[in-house]
């Protein structure tokens, strides 16, 4: 293909996707080629790890053990909110988000940051069900890779949720028993 029909086919793609932006968002701005991008990067990532797991020679499981799923959902859900919630890892996020307020015990409140196309990744990384597309394939792969490392980091996260679940349970019943 030639310079100028490669020139016209970028800029035919380019008012294809424009159009595209505004007839889909009408008068909400909505960052499409940021989650265009993160796609794309979350294809790359998945690719990643697929091709880690078929040059380590290891078979795929016929099919996923169910405690395994059980284990890998627990996991998922308290490290997704511990990167996309917690006070103490607000510093990974704070290049792209801004601060708005306390959200439920040691958890926070923060927005995107809109300005230098940071939208999409602020976005991400507030979003516990955004971040836990991430969190879920990495430890899948890790079960796939190092199986017994994986589950062991896997378990030590579930039992935190556990233990997070407990302490919420028993500040409610001092609540409840002291009466406030």
Do not use: I
Request: hydrophobic letters at 45%; charged letters at 15%.
């Amino acid at each position: 293909m030639g310079t100028a029909a490669g020139n016209c086919l970028g800029a035919r793609l380019r008012g294809f996707l424009r159009r595209t932006a505004r007839e889909y968002s009408f008068s909400h701005e909505l960052p499409l080629g940021g989650y265009l991008t993160a796609m794309a990067g979350f294809g790359g990532y998945t690719a990643a790890w697929a091709a880690a797991v078929r040059l380590s020679g290891r078979p795929l499981p016929e099919r996923p053990e169910p405690w395994d799923v059980a284990l890998t959902a627990m996991a998922t859900f308290r490290l997704s909110r511990l990167l996309s919630k917690a006070s103490v890892t607000s510093p990974l996020r704070a290049p792209f988000t801004t601060y708005v307020g306390s959200q439920g015990p040691a958890e926070l409140h923060e927005e995107a940051t809109t300005e230098n196309g940071k939208e999409t990744v602020g976005e991400l990384l507030t979003c516990p069900f955004c971040m836990s597309v991430w969190v879920a394939s990495t430890l899948g792969a890790g079960q796939l890779l190092w199986p017994r490392a994986t589950r062991a980091v896997m378990g030590t996260l579930a039992a935190l949720a556990g233990a997070d679940a407990l302490q919420l349970a028993y500040g409610a019943l001092m609540d409840k028993a002291t009466g406030e």
